[in-house]
């Protein structure tokens, strides 16, 4: 449960170092626009795309505006950070219930 939480908070962060890695490239604000966006045709993503990972699955890596094809570098990113976290929390919380 607490280890589900650490990975959908990392994955999420994942998403955010994707948004923030594909702005940076080009030059972008990182702040404008607020909303993540499609990176074919520049429609604004839905709430399912938000999800990290998940939405990227549901449409099967096609974009849902456009059907245009997702990298799978932002679900894999996503996947590793949220994973990561979990990990890192499920060694954490591990440690202080052993008492050490
Ligand atoms: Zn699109």
Redesign the pocket.
């Known amino acids: 449960m607490f280890s589900g939480l650490a990975f959908f908070c990392g994955a999420a962060f994942g998403s955010w170092a994707n948004m923030l890695a594909y702005r940076l490239r080009r030059g972008m604000s990182v702040w404008h626009p607020p909303r993540s966006f ?6 604004r993503l839905g709430l399912i795309e938000l999800i990290p990972v998940l939405g990227w699955a549901v449409s099967a890596g096609r ?1 849902r ?2 059907g ?1 094809k997702v990298s799978p570098i932002y679900p894999l990113v996503e996947l590793a950070a949220g994973a990561l976290a979990a990990a890192v929390a499920w060694f954490c919380w591990g440690g202080l219930r052993s008492g050490s």
Not at 38 to 43: E, L, M, S, Y
Request: proline share 0%.
């Open positions: 499609c990176d074919i045709c520049g429609a974009a505006c456009c245009g």
